[in-house]
């Protein structure tokens, strides 16, 4: 008997059946070995010894192994053939033997890159050891991250107020969104003017051309800058005679994209079906493990975290099989295309992300998959197809005209027209690659035939404003190219590291780009101006390269280790001592030009506007940093971290919405350091404060009129009398948002509901649901919740429950908050058992604990003897008097030192 470990349990069971009778395939569900969450798991004094601990969980999967090895023959590895699937199996053998759970048994790690007979069956006649090269790069690696997550995050929590840890590729990517958001705020708009001239040949076909020179002189896109001189150039082309000089047609090719990689599937997940990279790499994960397909479990795709370009023969050949009996010989190159990779530190060893069965096209497996898993597949198997066929045959034309200008003052324009035909689509006829942006494409136009000499009429003139754009935000799919380019990261990193990113609220989603949030600002702030060097890209970069050298067996990982810690210990030494006031003071110096740019009438930028005498500064809070006046407490002036008035940020001045008709004072919309806000008046020195109120959440503050402001300020409001007792129901916004309240008990409004229009009817069911659940927020005798089905491993069912912190999965006491993507409604069972896994994981598999209730000595009681009524504590020791003292209290032992906080996790490969 062989015994073969694989990580999950769909594979195991897979693979048992291409395996048949001689085989016990087993999952160990991922790692089953990690870093303990606390300080001195690597101990760089030790030549940084790592100390492991097996999971919870684990134990019994080890202990599940262990017993099936006990006579068999074989232990054989086939976890996942990346870095990471090679740690799994070290780990795993190295925790077998300490159980001495192998004694005789050989040994082998097997890979296949494909869950089909063809290729298990084919990856057991090549077994191999672990490679130990692969291991000690993981081992650096989860060593840096370690020491970089436990080192830096307790400097980050104890001098900035607010920010949650930082990590070694993490803090580089949200750099790179923020250098992006810098970009944009400094962006000076500029005007310029474009002019466009409708035209026609002498068979009136008509085209448009845009100006390009004038009197010898080549006009640029940014040329004109006024509408003067738009109009001089239009009254000169109103009189001209227009002429073709030149027509140019030259043939070009467009050439297919490789087949996908983690990175490209990403992107393009993102730009066509509007995927999060967390989730392409799930639906991804499941189409690789196996989905039912006429009631057998089958992989469709290959390995999804891979960098390589190239597949393997067999599957070219499939491929071109494909395009010769769907699109013809003419589709078909006459030699299979190769391609390589151009991203930094790629293994080339890898096989791109493609269809295990070309035979399985999209439309016959799209009943058998969910929605999700149909698109991507289609996805993988079109890009697939189109990089081995045909490249897109195009013919582009350019055609330069004159026009004379014969008057007091003779001119020569010149004006340009291009355009481009498809004379044979090519590989355009199955896939063509998504972009970010729609450019301005004057090629997608088709030009009537002109020959050289012929005049042309005017038909039209249009001379058009322009104002130049700041570049981008990131989107996810821009984010992960960008950092494939620099050569930071690993392509299977780079969706957890976007899910951290916005998890911690460093970065949030808005129109599918990414927003830098001010506390992910600040900590970018932090980390530049106390330990620039470790957020440089080069350096990250050159990190990466090091981890390869040392995968490639051309580095001892240790030397690397020794390398970083050296300096980097030293950097976070020179901080430690360093007050907040002195790290506030220095981010206010490096920031003043991002917070205070200069005014246009020169007057001093940190003047508050409030008291006219305050300076502006930077200041941190429990919540994050904001802008505030010196003149604090007298003036309490506010303002959120962002710049004023730039994109997306709320301008600085209060904007009046007009006057209260009962008292006559002025309602204004204000910002402050919680967000937008509605006042009635002002601030009066040593007078009560003026009446304020929070935007109800989701509400633009573009839209809010003087209407909902009063509405706003008149809260709270009454809705109605209860019918069962006549008391008032009220309306209003509170902390924690908008909420109805009769007596003490109170309602969150729930979506749909408006504080300013809930009715009475709506309000009675939204307390009666508030009592039903009873003290804590909890219905009496706990919410059952939906059953999605028994744990495919552990048995029991996974519900899925409405919490008060949002909805979450449970298992054995074992709780998973959604994803942002998710809902009750949508979440699968194996999405449930990752998000469980994950968990446990993270918590070391503990369920969670209620907080145990304080203890409160003056009001213990104390039994009384032979069963009496229980008295209190106080009382008990008086009557007491008299007796034996007690015997001296043992002296306390000084509490053991705290560990530190566990950072989040990191972004290990």
Wanted: hydrophobic share 40%; net charge neutral; glycine share 8%.
């Amino acid at each position: 008997m062989n015994v073969v470990v694989v990580e999950s349990p769909a594979k195991a069971k897979t693979i048992n059946k291409y395996l048949g009778g001689g085989y016990e395939v087993l999952a160990s569900f991922g790692h089953v070995r990690d870093l303990p969450p606390k300080d001195g798991s690597v101990d760089p004094a030790a030549d940084f010894k790592m100390v492991w601990e097996v999971d919870g969980k684990a134990q019994k999967r080890i202990a599940d192994i262990a017993r099936a090895l006990k006579g068999a023959d074989k232990l054989i590895l086939a976890t996942d053939p990346d870095r990471e699937g090679e740690a799994i199996s070290w780990h795993l053998l190295e925790a077998l033997r300490e159980k001495r759970a192998l004694t005789d048994q050989a040994v082998e790690r097997v890979v296949f890159n494909a869950i089909t007979k063809q290729a298990v069956t084919e990856a057991m006649k090549h077994p191999r050891a672990v490679d130990q090269a692969l291991v000690d790069a993981y081992l650096a690696r989860r060593a840096l991250d370690y020491l970089v997550g436990f080192t830096l995050s307790p400097v980050l929590w104890r001098k900035l107020p607010g920010a949650r840890s930082a990590g070694r590729v993490q803090s580089v990517a949200l750099r790179l969104v923020c250098d992006r958001e810098l970009e944009i705020e400094k962006f000076v708009t500029q005007e310029y003017w474009s002019l466009i001239a409708t035209l026609a040949t002498p068979r009136n076909e008509s085209f448009q051309a845009r100006l390009v020179g004038a009197d010898g002189k080549k006009i640029t896109r940014l040329d004109i800058g006024s509408g003067a001189e738009a109009a001089d150039f239009k009254q000169a082309l109103e009189t001209a005679r227009y002429t073709v000089a030149t027509v140019d047609a030259r043939p070009t090719k467009r050439h297919p994209q490789p087949p996908f990689t983690t990175s490209t599937l990403q992107q393009e997940a993102s730009r066509k079906l509007g995927f999060a990279p967390a989730h392409t790499m799930r639906v991804a994960q499941r189409l690789y493990e196996g989905v039912d397909i006429g009631g057998e479990t089958v992989g469709l795709i290959t390995y999804m975290r891979t960098d390589g370009v190239q597949m393997a023969p067999e599957a070219i050949a499939a491929v071109r099989s494909v395009v010769r009996e769907d699109y013809g010989d003419r589709y078909l190159p006459a030699a299979p295309r190769q391609y390589q990779t151009k991203a930094k530190n790629a293994q080339e060893a890898h096989e791109a992300i493609r269809p295990t069965d070309m035979a399985r096209r999209p439309r016959d497996v799209k009943s058998q998959l969910e929605p999700d898993q149909a698109r991507l597949y289609e996805l993988i198997y079109m890009r697939a197809v189109s990089s081995q066929m045909e490249s897109a045959e195009m013919e582009r034309t350019t055609v330069d005209i004159t026009a004379k200008v014969e008057a007091a003052k003779p001119r020569l324009l010149e004006l340009r027209a291009t355009g481009s035909v498809v004379t044979f689509d090519g590989f355009l006829a199955v896939y063509q690659e998504g972009r970010d942006e729609d450019p301005e494409d004057e090629e997608s136009r088709r030009l009537p035939a002109m020959s050289a000499g012929e005049a042309l009429q005017k038909l039209a003139l249009e001379s058009t404003q322009h104002f130049t754009e700041p570049p981008p935000r990131y989107s996810e799919a821009s984010l992960v190219k960008r950092m494939e380019e620099l050569g930071i990261g690993r392509p299977s990193t780079y969706a957890s590291i976007l899910q951290v990113l916005k998890d911690r609220s460093y970065v949030r989603i808005d129109k599918r780009r990414l927003v830098p949030e001010d506390r992910g600002r600040i900590v970018v702030a932090f980390l530049e101006s106390f330990f620039s060097r470790y957020v440089e890209y080069d350096f990250t970069a050159d990190l990466e390269e090091q981890l390869d050298r040392v995968s490639n067996n051309e580095m001892e990982w240790h030397q690397l280790l020794r390398r970083f810690w050296t300096d980097f210990a030293g950097a976070v030494d020179g901080i430690k001592d360093l007050k907040i006031s002195e790290v506030i003071d220095a981010l206010d110096a490096m920031l003043a030009p991002h917070l205070f740019p200069a005014r246009e009438d020169g007057s001093d930028p940190r003047v508050c506007a409030t008291c006219g005498t305050g300076r502006l500064s930077l200041k941190l809070g429990r919540f994050g940093a904001f802008i505030g006046c010196s003149n604090y407490p007298e003036c309490r002036y506010t303002r959120p971290f962002s710049v004023p008035g730039a994109d997306g940020a709320p301008e600085a001045e209060n904007k009046v919405l007009g006057q209260d008709p009962e008292t006559g004072l002025d309602v204004s919309l204000r910002n402050g350091r919680f967000g937008p806000y509605v006042q009635l008046g002002e601030s009066s020195n040593g007078g009560e404060k003026p009446k304020r109120a929070g935007l109800p959440k989701g509400t633009d503050p573009a839209t809010v009129d003087l209407e909902l402001a009063l509405g706003l300020l008149s809260l709270p409001r009454e809705v109605g009398k209860h019918p069962e007792d006549g008391e008032p129901i009220l309306a209003g916004i509170g902390r924690f948002g908008a909420y109805v309240q009769h007596g003490k008990t109170y309602a969150n409004l729930e979506a749909g509901d408006e504080v300013l229009a809930v009715g009475l009817n709506r309000a009675v069911t939204l307390l009666a649901e508030k009592r039903a659940k009873g003290p804590g927020g909890r219905r009496f005798g706990g919410d059952p919740g939906r059953s999605l089905g028994d744990h495919p491993a552990q048995g029991g069912a996974i519900v899925v429950k409405a919490g008060r912190y949002g909805p979450y999965v449970s298992h054995n006491g074992i709780n998973a908050t959604l994803p942002k993507d998710k809902t009750p409604d949508t979440i699968t069972l194996d999405e449930a058992v990752a998000l469980i896994a994950a968990r446990a994981e993270a918590t070391g598999g503990a369920p969670r604990r209620k907080a145990p209730a304080k203890k409160a000595a003056a009001a213990k009681t104390a039994k009384a003897k032979d069963g009496g009524e229980a008295k209190p504590a106080a009382k008990a020791a008086v009557k007491a008097k008299g007796k034996a003292a007690p015997k001296k209290a043992a002296a306390k032992k000084p509490p053991a030192p705290k560990a530190k906080k566990a950072p989040e996790p990191a972004e290990t490969e």
